[in-house]
């Protein structure tokens, strides 16, 4: 499964350009099982980290299948889901990210108004 | 009539076994008393069941009550999904029921999840599904080895996603998932205005739907419960109500008037004599159903103590639901008028449950009367009185026809009392209930000579002779006592003039005594009369008889004398003869 262990820390340094600069950011990709929607979503988040916080990001997947106890503990219903734990508030971001504009939106990367 | 018979046929089937016949519908029991009777054998097995309607009107509980019984009673653990409630709340809320859910938990015969789906935190970004609550489904019916699972309630669904065609297919999709793991679910469902659900949950759940209502008539709360459907099976149609308490929902599974009632020859007591022998000498029969009606103030209640001593007297259970009066009032009052009922009480064979009528409706109460008689098993009731449970409308009054139906199914005698409202006829037709009952006493007052008495007579009373007359009683230390009839020239006489009556009829029948003695009298004197008369004229004939002795000695004597004297002279002229 390619995308498994994806444990991804983004290694270029702090280019600016965002309103939280030095901010640290840890996602969670849930997905269930290897479906092209994961897949999917899974290239669609990387590309968001590398435009947007390259260096500064982790992408932790969880596979339910594998670890169905989870999905109860962190309250996942839709799949696929982007949890964002850092920074705070929790966002949970559901679909294959192909929206981009509401992916950063969800993120808050971008206010809501376009 | 006949599908009915079969429905139930099947029912004692499928509540007893797991598994019904093939040709059969299978069932799930859910335990909730009177649910299953109506259903012939509970909820379908293997198939979605939906519970809708409006807040608090129970949804939550009757689906606690479906997974709770099937893991305790019935061997079927069970899984609880909660849209709405956190694990924590649902517990606290049914514990005060007496649903002791941690321990089932603890067991391992119950599992929890609570799926919150926040709009707030959630931005949509594509394609998507559900597989996430599918997971946890799966994990939770595993972990205990679900035969049912209740959804509770899935339309909260609605509000986290904002992609409505991608929810329903996955709906449709979850329903189907359920479906061939043969799980026994419960969804529950928001009514929405014209429709059963809001979201039209109704249209992926097709084969039983049960609709819970509670509404507020006259600021009385009632709760009822109807079966919109039952794919492929018989049910009941009517709306039942049902009551939640400490004992959880139980729903009045009274069924429409069936007349095939077991019938008893055996007659009981009315606790009064000259009663019992207007009746035909029995009193009533056994099974029967009593109305007693009448104006304020005319007795209705202490005839009814009587029934209710005369039944714990020859050692029966006897049910009195008051209405009007407290127990220890109740009490009271007839001690004074010699009825003791305190003695039965202490022995326990008299139940008497005071309560307001407007406490609740009259639903909530007959669901009561219903358990209360489930528990007791008396062999009467007392009901007292009926015509302030609030019974004004068709439907009501269709409920205490049932509840009288129900009673008469099980064999108990049943006294009804019921307040007839000044100036109306006093045999309208009472609540239409009239064609149910079978014996119907009627008391009223009878105005006349400036006093007002009480008379009763009796209506009907199916299946036996019965007095035609009206009676005067009285109610006295020694209770009721029925009183002689009088009849006067204006008809029955009551009070006073029954008095005066009896006094004029008193006098009459002295007066024709010393008449008949002053007769008797005469006729005596007249005799001695006749007999001194008698006697006179015995003595003048016994004269008489001496009379005719001497003069026939006289004659003798006479004859002698002159013979003498004739030969005498021929001696005297000597020789004449000789001529």
């Known amino acids: 499964m390619s995308i498994e262990g994806a444990n991804d820390t983004g290694s270029g ?21 290897h479906t092209p929607k994961s897949v999917r979503a899974f290239n669609n988040l990387k590309r968001i980290c590398e435009e947007h916080m390259p260096g500064r990001y982790q992408i932790e997947v969880i596979d339910l299948m594998r670890n169905p106890r989870l999905a109860k503990e962190d309250q996942i219903v839709a799949i696929p889901t982007v949890v964002r734990k850092l920074p705070q508030p929790l966002r949970k971001i559901i679909g294959d990210l192909s929206d981009t504009e509401r992916t950063l939106v969800g993120l808050q990367l971008r206010s809501r108004s376009p | 009539m006949n599908d009915l018979a079969k429905g139930r046929a099947t029912s004692s089937t499928t509540g007893t076994a797991n598994h019904a016949p093939v040709s059969t519908l299978p069932k799930a029991p859910t335990g909730i ?22 807040p608090g009107c129970g949804k939550t509980l009757l689906a606690m009550e479906f997974l709770v019984h099937g893991a305790m009673r019935y ?22 029921l007496g649903f002791d859910v941690e321990t089932l938990v603890a067991d391992g015969k119950l599992a929890f999840d609570y799926v919150h789906v926040d709009p707030r935190e959630i931005e949509e970004t594509g394609e998507y599904d559900l597989e996430g609550l599918f997971v946890r489904l799966a994990l939770a019916i595993e972990a205990v080895g679900a035969r049912r699972v209740v959804l509770d309630t899935i339309e909260a669904l609605f509000g986290g996603f904002t992609n409505m065609a991608l929810l329903r297919s996955e709906l449709r999709r979850l329903f189907r998932w359920l479906k061939e793991r043969e799980l026994t679910v419960v969804i529950t469902g928001e009514r929405g205005g014209g429709t059963l659900t809001r979201q039209g949950l109704e249209e992926y759940v097709s084969d039983c739907v049960i609709l819970l209502d509670h509404r507020v008539t006259d600021q009385v709360s009632t709760r009822r419960l109807r079966v919109v459907k039952y794919r492929g099976t018989s049910h009941g149609t009517n709306e039942y109500p049902f009551l939640i308490d400490v004992d959880g929902i139980t729903v009045l599974p009274v069924t429409s008037a069936g007349l095939d009632h077991r019938v008893s020859d055996e007659r009981v007591s009315t606790g009064i004599a000259r009663l019992d022998a207007m009746l035909g000498g029995g009193g009533f029969y056994r099974g029967s159903s009593i109305l007693v009606s009448g104006t304020a103030g005319s007795g209705k209640s202490t005839i009814a103590a009587h029934f209710a001593d005369a039944t714990c007297r020859h050692g029966e259970r006897c049910l009195v639901l008051a209405f009007e009066e407290s127990r220890g009032q109740i009490v009271r009052n007839m001690r004074s008028v010699g009825i003791d009922l305190s003695a039965h009480l202490a022995s326990g064979l008299l139940t008497i449950e005071a309560s307001r009528p407007s406490l609740y409706g009259l639903e909530m109460h007959l669901a009561q009367i219903h358990r209360r008689v489930g528990q007791l098993r008396p062999s009467s009731v007392v009901i007292d009185p009926i015509s302030n449970l609030g019974i004004n409308t068709v439907d009501t009054s269709a409920m205490l026809l049932r509840l009288i139906d129900y009673l008469k199914s099980e064999g108990i005698t049943a006294l009804f009392v019921s307040l007839t409202a000044g100036g109306r006829a006093l045999e309208a037709t009472e609540f239409g209930v009239s064609s149910l009952i079978d014996t119907w006493l009627v008391l009223r007052d009878i105005e006349a000579g400036g006093e007002r008495n009480r008379g009763l007579y009796v209506i009907k009373s199916r299946g036996m002779h019965h007095s035609n007359q009206i009676r005067e009683f009285v109610i006295s230390s020694n209770g009721i006592e029925l009183l002689d009839v009088y009849v006067g020239p204006d008809g029955v006489l009551t009070g006073s003039l029954r008095s005066s009556q009896e006094a004029r009829e008193r006098a009459a029948a002295s007066a024709r005594e010393q008449e008949q003695q002053q007769r008797q009298r005469e006729l005596a004197t007249r005799r001695a009369v006749l007999e001194a008369q008698i006697k006179a004229l015995q003595h003048e004939a016994s004269t008489l008889d001496a009379e005719i002795g001497h003069e026939s000695v006289r004659y003798a004597s006479a004859t002698d004398t002159i013979e003498r004297e004739r030969q005498a002279a021929a ?5 004449e003869e000789s001529e």
């Open chain 2, 75 to 96: 061997g079927e653990p069970g899984v609880y999904v909660t849209f709405e409630e956190s694990e924590e709340e649902l517990a606290q809320n049914v514990r005060s």
């Open chain 2, 33 to 54: 008393n009177g649910l299953d009777e109506i259903t012939f054998g509970g909820f379908p097995r293997g198939r979605p069941t939906l519970v809708c309607g409006g």
């Open chain 2, 571 to 575: 001696r005297r002229r000597g020789g």
């Open chain 1, 13 to 33: 340094p702090d280019d600016g350009g965002l309103a939280t600069p030095d901010q640290h950011w840890e996602l969670r990709l849930y997905t269930a099982g």
